[in-house]
């Protein structure tokens, strides 16, 4: 009996040594990779800038969002946009509307406002910014996800 409490407890600990190792090494910067996000909480995305909600920021509704996007982004001058909580339940959905001509593929003006219900239960949530995908295919997927607080 104690062997066995041994060797599970080095193969948890083992498990933890290569989780460990292997986000240092690699899955890091997968996870980083997928929401855009430097060492800094800087946005990255080369297709978007100027996002009003910076990381962390205290939300309120209504909820307004602009910024700029590649037109790349869009289909029929809209991309989605939602506010999440922690736990990835949708709180509020819209679509972020072009403010000029999104046929090119230059930086296109965007906003974007809902409201939403603050939750009780978390202080936490993300704002979402995802690329306009008819296709479905997900070598077109393209994400941002922008850590938010609630009031």
Do not use: C
Not at 37 to 48: A, G, I, M, R, S
Not at 55 to 78: D, I, M, R
Not at 95 to 121: C, G, L, Q, R
């Amino acid at each position: 009996m104690k062997k066995l409490f041994i060797g599970i407890l080095i193969l948890i600990l083992g498990i933890a040594v290569g989780y460990t190792v292997g986000y240092d090494r690699g899955w890091k910067s997968a996870v980083h990779d997928i929401f855009k996000f430097d060492e800094q909480n800087h946005q990255t995305n080369p297709n978007l800038k100027d996002i009003s909600i910076q990381f962390n920021q205290l939300v309120t509704s209504p909820l307004t969002v602009t910024g700029e996007a590649k037109g790349t982004w869009f289909f029929e001058a809209t991309f989605p946009i939602k506010l999440t909580d922690w736990d990835g339940r949708v709180l509020a959905e819209s679509f972020a509307t072009a403010k000029s001509d999104w046929m090119t593929e230059d930086f296109v003006p965007f906003e974007a406002t809902f409201d939403f219900e603050v939750p009780e239960y978390v202080e936490n949530g993300s704002l979402v910014l995802q690329k306009s995908n008819p296709s479905g295919l997900p070598e077109n997927y393209d994400a941002v996800e922008i850590p938010v607080k609630f009031k």
